[in-house]
């Protein structure tokens, strides 16, 4: 089983909304509630860039690109991330990333979930 399940992406007109999921069913309860979680997104022929991060509880960043349109959330019991993205634009498509970055400095990637924004 791979440490992050992403799921959620899909095509979607613009102005559309859509729910990204990515859960982290190895981890322990302990070691989720002080990670830190993100998604980042790389557009076609594009180097992968950070979207959103959310640090501990809820201490939360975003890229200004998507300030006011995306909300990262977690839920730990559920070992699970969120990316709720509303307004989505053309310039959104791509493939959103989940990466999970422990405590003790251990690194994971999601495998990757397509978004598809028409106009």
């Known amino acids: 089983q791979p440490h992050l399940v992403e799921s959620g992406g899909g095509l979607v007109q613009a102005g559309g909304s859509l729910r990204l999921s990515c859960a982290a069913p190895r981890t322990i309860l302990s070691v989720f509630v002080s990670n830190t979680m993100s998604w980042y997104h790389q557009a076609p022929g594009k180097e992968r860039e950070l979207v959103a991060s959310?640090?501990?509880?809820?201490?939360?960043n975003y890229a200004d690109s998507v300030k006011g349109r995306f909300t990262i959330s977690k839920d730990n019991v559920k070992r699970s991330v969120y990316l709720q993205m509303n307004n989505l634009q053309p310039e959104d498509t791509g493939v959103y990333y989940c990466?999970?970055?422990?405590?003790?400095?251990?690194?994971?990637w999601g495998q990757g979930t397509q978004v598809s924004v028409s106009s």
């Open positions: 959310i640090i501990g509880r809820s201490n939360t």
């Open positions: 990466y999970h970055l422990t405590p003790s400095g251990n690194e994971y």
